[in-house]
């Protein structure tokens, strides 16, 4: 089977993908905006890169940017590669770019995979962006979204059925193994793994940590942030500013293979995202396959990967005071952290077992076909 993905190549979403499939014996085209390095690529030969040869500024810029239109001159590069790569399948990763683009190309069976932003975010700009999403859904022969609260969310702009394809982890990397700790044997550390950027709630974690570490100075707590992006210093500053600096560690971003290392440090996982675009929750699936208790927002996917009151606390979101009494409560009673670690494990065993995603995927593909 031949299968051609629109699709960021550089993404880490179409990294996993790309390569799980090609793993499986598909041979895999990715057609991406933007030129990247082939040696990302360079495990996988049945794997092949092709580029529209945009600026990465201009894939930056805002979705409401009228200048997102140069994207149509794509169109005919993307036509002539399908005449020339001959896939079987076209399939398109975020809906409102690549997904216009192969609802331009007329090719079909054509799968369009919804991420996020472009189902939440882009419809609210205007009635011309709502008008585009409806567009590039209509043409698809069959919608994917990762979670349900996403699929529920893109059916307000089509007629069609979503199925629901999880985005997993693989188990034997995410599981709970010793690890050279960069903390003390006796410390109670609290933290995340996430992008740096507002959505996340960056903010409102570090708020719950004070708050928390001032009704406990008894204990020896400590706030662990995993990642880099554009709040970094301002993130340091407010700990700077709430006088918890010096039990705050910032790692800044870190590469893949040692992010399991750093969910093994933690005591207990948090993501106060503040954005229904936040439609999965990777990272607490992770965390969970690392058997860590966790505290998440109650918004976009984050509730869907977690059992509430069984493999982890779900707390209003923007509402610090509420994520400190979680993480309190867990805290105190050692036996529920362990409790929900191993049921979190269990579920993500069940729900999100990455080797069970993508052969579901590969079902659809022969099933579309």
């Not at 810029?61 to 790569?85: D, E, G, H, N």
């Not at 995340?192 to 008894?218: C, S």
């Not at 009494?325 to 993500?348: P, T």
């Not at 069970?356 to 076909?369: C, E, F, G, K, T």
């Amino acid at each position: 089977m031949k299968v051609l993905l629109l699709a960021d190549p550089t993404s880490t979403h179409t990294l996993k993908w790309a390569r799980s499939l090609a793993w499986h014996g598909l041979n895999i085209g990715i057609f991406g905006l933007t030129t990247a390095d082939p040696n990302i690529y360079r495990d996988c030969p049945n794997i092949s890169l092709f580029s529209a040869g945009f600026s990465l500024a201009t894939v930056k810029l805002s979705l409401a940017s009228p200048l997102k239109m140069r994207y149509l001159r794509a169109v005919p590069q993307l036509k002539t590669l399908i005449r020339s790569f001959q896939p079987d399948i076209v399939h398109s990763h975020f809906a409102t770019s690549y997904g216009l683009l192969g609802a331009l190309s007329g090719f079909h069976p054509y799968l369009l995979s919804v991420w996020g932003s472009d189902v939440f975010d882009f419809p609210r700009k205007s009635f011309l962006h709502q008008a585009l999403l409806r567009f590039s859904l209509g043409r698809a022969d069959k919608i994917l979204s990762t979670s349900q609260v996403m699929a529920a969310e893109t059916k307000r702009h089509t007629q069609a059925s979503v199925e629901v394809t999880p985005f997993g982890v693989d188990l034997d990397m995410f599981k709970p193994f010793p690890v050279e700790s960069i903390f003390g044997s006796d410390e109670i550390v609290i933290g995340t793994v996430k992008t740096l950027e507002p959505k996340y709630g960056i903010t409102d974690l570090i708020q719950a940590f004070k708050q928390v570490f001032d009704r406990n100075p008894h204990l020896p707590l400590r706030l662990l942030i995993v990642g880099g992006g554009s709040q970094r210093d301002q993130l340091e500053v407010l700990t700077q500013s709430l006088g918890i600096d010096h039990v705050t560690v910032f790692t800044g971003r870190v590469s893949h293979d040692q992010v399991p290392v750093y969910y093994n440090m933690l005591t207990i996982f948090v993501a106060l995202s503040t954005k229904d675009s936040e439609s999965f929750g990777v990272s607490v699936v992770e965390a969970a396959a690392c058997q860590k208790p966790v505290v998440v927002s109650n918004i976009g996917g984050l509730p869907e990967v977690v059992e509430a009151g069984v493999t982890g606390f779900v707390v209003p979101p923007r509402v610090p005071e509420q994520a400190a009494l979680a993480i309190e409560k867990l805290i105190y009673d050692e036996s529920l952290r362990q409790k929900m670690g191993k049921l979190g494990r269990e579920r993500v065993k069940r729900l999100y077992n990455w080797p069970s995603n993508v052969a579901q995927m590969i079902d659809i593909y022969h099933r579309v076909l």
